[in-house]
């Protein structure tokens, strides 16, 4: 009986410094500082998975991913570096590669299947239907997120949901009432989501 009332004691001690840390963050801005805002064009990183077309070669054009080093493997072509370049970068430098085989090549790269690299993900943890990391869009707000993690679990303590976010070099923990906004409709909780952020979604204790 006494352990179980010390394990007791420590689970409502550490349930009270998680409501006090939730208490003191500010709330989520409202527009995102310049100084996170990205370009449009999308930087292949590794896990993504490139379509490659070469123009009237077939036996040359392939479906390939890029491994963990940010390296992929085409034919006539080992370990080309594509990782943090545009999918037009990497297209003209599979031509170069290809020139000397190949006489007026044209490349194209589609993305079939992205991650991105990780400063330009939004990571959601804890109680959403799906944890996962989002590749961030511009004008990405956290709304979108949750709508391709799929809401909120039964669980979620979703007006305790903190936004962790990297300013001027330094971690920055916001308050995000994820309830307010999926369960009673209300907008003014749906704040812009910058590349980088990580959405962390408590349990709740009832």
């Known amino acids: 009986m006494l352990i179980r009332n010390i394990i007791l004691a420590l689970t409502l001690l550490g349930s009270m410094a998680i409501v006090s ?35 009237r070669s077939p036996e040359l054009s392939t479906m390939v991913r890029v491994r963990p080093d940010g390296r992929i493997s085409v034919p006539l072509i080992d370990d080309l570096e594509v990782s943090g370049k545009t999918p037009s970068a990497v ?8 020139s000397t085989f190949v ?20 990571r959601v943890i804890g109680e959403a239907s799906k944890p996962q990391s989002v590749f961030y869009r511009t004008g990405m707000s956290v709304l979108d997120v949750m709508i391709q993690s799929g809401g909120l679990t039964q669980y979620a303590a979703g007006n305790r949901t903190t936004l962790v976010r990297v300013v001027d070099g330094r971690s920055v923990t916001y308050r995000v009432r994820l309830e307010d906004l999926l369960k009673n409709g209300d907008l003014s909780a749906n704040v812009p989501i910058a590349p980088g952020d990580v959405l962390i979604i408590p349990q709740s204790f009832f």
């Open 21 to 55: 840390a939730c208490s003191t963050a500010a709330d989520a801005p409202t527009q995102i500082s310049q100084g996170a805002i990205v370009t449009n064009d999308y930087v292949i990183g590794p896990g993504d998975q490139l379509q490659i077309f070469v123009w």
């Open 91 to 98: 297209g003209r430098e599979i031509e170069q590669r290809l």
């Open 103 to 122: 006489k007026d090549a044209v490349v194209t790269v589609i993305m079939a299947d992205f991650v991105g690299p990780l400063e330009r993900q939004v």
